[in-house]
Nanobody, 115 residues
Framework: QVQVVESGGGLVQAGGSLRLSCTAS????????MGWYRQAPGKQRELVAT???????NYADSVKGRFAISRGNAKNTLYLQMSSLKPEDTAVYYC?????????WGQGTQVTVAS
């Protein structure tokens, strides 16, 4: 059974930093993409950043230069280092593990940025 679990969310003041972590278990496919998405109240889920198994990354324009996505040394681990946080970054952040023919999501972790 595939499980994707996020951690590291919380409440932070504007300008602060947080680091999110994600682990996907029960599956390993050498060619995969992992990524972070977020959903704010009343809005659709949107891409934050993705990283493919080869290491190439992609960021939403709104987070470029402030967020950094990376993979851990352990298989299927993912991080999101968030800096210079803004109130508009407030959302539930979801980790996704994507392979050919399947997409697996975590339950989400709340990030709240106070002004």
């Amino acid at each position: 059974q595939v499980q994707v679990v996020e951690s590291g969310g919380g409440l932070v003041q504007a300008g602060g930093s947080l680091r999110l972590s994600c682990t996907a278990s029960g599956i390993f496919v050498s060619i995969n993409t992992m990524g972070w998405y977020r959903q704010a109240p009343g809005k659709q889920r949107e891409l934050v950043a993705t990283i493919i198994s080869g290491g190439s990354t992609n960021y939403a324009d709104s987070v470029k230069g402030r967020f950094a996505i990376s993979r851990g040394n352990a298989k299927n681990t993912l991080y999101l280092q968030m800096s210079s946080l803004k109130p508009e970054d407030t959302a539930v952040y979801y980790c996704g593990y994507f392979v050919l023919g399947g997409a697996y999501w975590g339950q989400g972790t709340q990030v709240t940025v106070a002004s």
